[in-house]
Antibody, heavy 120, light 108 residues
Framework: DVQLVESGGGLVKPGGSLRLSCATS????????MNWVRQAPGKGLEWVSSILRSGNFPSYSDSVKGRFTISRDNAKNSLYLEMSSLRDEDTAVYYC?????????????WGQGTTVTVSS | EIVLTQSPGTLSLSPGERATLSCTASQTVSSTYFAWYQQKSGQAPRLLIYGASSRATDIPDRFSGSGSGTDCTLTISRLEPEDSAVYYCQQYATSQYTFGQGTKLEIK
């Protein structure tokens, strides 16, 4: 079975840092581009960041650029999101999502999410 | 940044009816990079349609997508109670993804 399992969420104070992880299994991780997508409480989906299968050319939404860093370890089949200078508005469920293999840039597999709460 | 606007915000229909959900982009989007997702309460999103009109794996043929340019449509024929969910459109261009704000579909 293809699986994405996020971890690392929790309660953090404004200005703090947190590192999210996404452990994957059931597919050849190094063949796929990967994404982080978040959803604030009661709100819609917001794309956060993407990384190519090689680990090169990460991209970020304007709302997190300069504060978040996406990375991956293809040997460990894992995706990461390093978050710093956290703000109240970063409070959300963070999903790890796989891009489909056929270059349609659609996200065909999603994890169940990990919750990040930024509050003093 | 390309903005996607979905309409209507909420749709309330009965089982067996047809639902038409719209998504309009602020500028022309390649249909190759246009997708639709379903999110049920408390669950992660699920890919329904990619490339504007291709159904994802295991998606029933009641779901269909169409459109090009700035306008795309998701049609759900013969609604079933389990179709109650929020539906999001998504596009990709110049290394950026954007999602629409969602359409909530209620089945009476």
């Amino acid at each position: 079975d293809v699986q994405l399992v996020e971890s690392g969420g929790g309660l953090v104070k404004p200005g703090g840092s947190l590192r999210l992880s996404c452990a994957t299994s059931g597919f050849t991780f190094s063949h796929y581009n990967m994404n982080w997508v978040r959803q604030a409480p009661g709100k819609g989906l917001e794309w956060v960041s993407s990384i190519l299968r090689s680990g090169n050319f990460p991209s970020y939404s304007d709302s997190v650029k300069g504060r978040f860093t996406i990375s991956r370890d293809n040997a460990k089949n894992s995706l990461y999101l390093e978050m710093s200078s956290l703000r109240d508005e970063d409070t959300a469920v963070y999903y790890c999502a796989r891009d489909s293999l056929d270059q349609y840039y659609a996200m065909d597999v999603w994890g169940q999410g990990t919750t990040v709460t930024v509050s003093s | 940044e390309i903005v996607l606007t979905q309409s209507p915000g909420t749709l309330s229909l009965s089982p067996g009816e047809r639902a038409t959900l719209s998504c309009t982009a602020s500028q022309t989007v390649s249909s190759t990079y246009f997708a639709w997702y379903q999110q049920k309460s408390g669950q992660a999103p699920r890919l329904l349609i990619y490339g504007a009109s291709s159904r994802a794996t295991d998606i029933p043929d009641r779901f269909s997508g169409s459109g090009s340019g700035t306008d795309c449509t998701l049609t759900i024929s013969r609604l079933e109670p389990e179709d109650s969910a929020v539906y999001y459109c998504q596009q990709y261009a110049t290394s950026q993804y954007t999602f629409g704000q969602g359409t909530k579909l209620e089945i009476k």
